[in-house]
C-alpha cells in the first residue's frame, strides 16, 4: 500500500517568510511524527501526535514553528519568519500507534532551504 | 534523557566480509533501541529493533545486533557484506516505547569490490 508521502520534496524560500510542509501518513496510522534532520547529522525529534492532539512538542525549537493534525490524519508544519538555520529535510513518520511493538515508517522528507 | 553514541562515523569492508557498526546507549530506564538505515535520497527504514524480549535481534537483510545491558551497547553486525548494504545508518533510542526516537549521529557504510 502507499507509504508516508510528505509534500512539496524541495522548497526554496528566502529569509523571513512562512512556509507549511505537509504530511500525509500511512491510512489508518493514529500516531504522527515530525523530525528534521541537519546536514551530517541524525533525525532530531520536534513534535507528535496522538489522534488530532499534539501529545509531546518539546522538540519544537521555538514559537516560530507550530504543527497541526485537525482530523487525525494530515498535518501540517508551519514555519514563521524562517530563518538560515531552519534550512535542513523535514521528516514526517507514521504508526498504527503507540504500542513498543509498532514501527515508525518514515516519508522521504521536505527538503527546505532557506536563502 | 536518553541517548546514543555511535562510535565511528565511517566505516568501510570489502565486499563478502564481516560488517560491525558499534552503537553505545545512555538511558534511565529499560530502553528499546533501533537501528535504521538509509539509502542515498531513500527514506528511513527500520533494520531490527529490541524491546526487551530476546537480547540478539534479527532484522532483514541478514542483519543481526545484540543487545549487552553489561556493556550498555546495541551493536549491529552482517556476516557478509553485499554492495547493497552501502548506506546511512542510524542507532536509535527510545525511553518509552514507540514516542520520540532519539537518534544517533550516523554511521557511514561504505563496500569496497
Known amino acids: 500500500g502507499a507509504g508516508v508521502s510528505q509534500t512539496p520534496s524541495n522548497k526554496v524560500t528566502e529569509k523571513g517568510k512562512y512556509v507549511e510542509l505537509r504530511c500525509d501518513p500511512i491510512?489508518?496510522?493514529?500516531?504522527l511524527y515530525w523530525y528534521r534532520q541537519s546536514l551530517g547529522q541524525g533525525p532530531e525529534f520536534l513534535i507528535y501526535?496522538?489522534?488530532?492532539?499534539?501529545?509531546?512538542d518539546s522538540g519544537l525549537p521555538n514559537d516560530r514553528f507550530f504543527a497541526v493534525r485537525p482530523e487525525g490524519s494530515v498535518s501540517t508544519l508551519k514555519i514563521q519568519r524562517t530563518e538560515r538555520g531552519d534550512s535542513a529535510v523535514y521528516l514526517c513518520a507514521s504508526s498504527p500507534g503507540l504500542a513498543v511493538q509498532e514501527t515508525q515508517y518514515f516519508g522521504p522528507g521536505t527538503r527546505l532551504l532557506v536563502l | 534523557a536518553q541517548s546514543v553514541t555511535q562510535l565511528d562515523s565511517h566505516v568501510s569492508v570489502s565486499e563478502g566480509t564481516p560488517v560491525l557498526l558499534r552503537c553505545n546507549y545512555s538511558s534511565s530506564y529499560s530502553p528499546s533501541l533501533f537501528w535504521y538505515v538509509q539509502h542515498p535520497n531513500k527514506g528511513l527504514q527500520l533494520l531490527l529493533k529490541y524491546t526487551s524480549a530476546a537480547t540478539l535481534v534479527k532484522g532483514i537483510n541478514g542483519f543481526e545486533a545484540e543487545f549487552k545491558k553489561s556493556e550498555t551497547s546495541f551493536h549491529l553486525t552482517k556476516p557478509s557484506a553485499h554492495m547493497s548494504d552501502a548506506a546511512e545508518y542510524f542507532c536509535?533510542?527510545?525511553?518509552?516505547?514507540?514516542?520520540?526516537?532519539?537518534f544517533g549521529t550516523g554511521t557511514r557504510l561504505t563496500i569496497i569490490p
Open positions: 491510512s489508518g496510522h493514529t500516531a
Open positions: 536509535v533510542v527510545s525511553l518509552f516505547g514507540n514516542e520520540k526516537l532519539t
Open positions: 501526535f496522538q489522534g488530532t492532539g499534539a501529545a509531546d
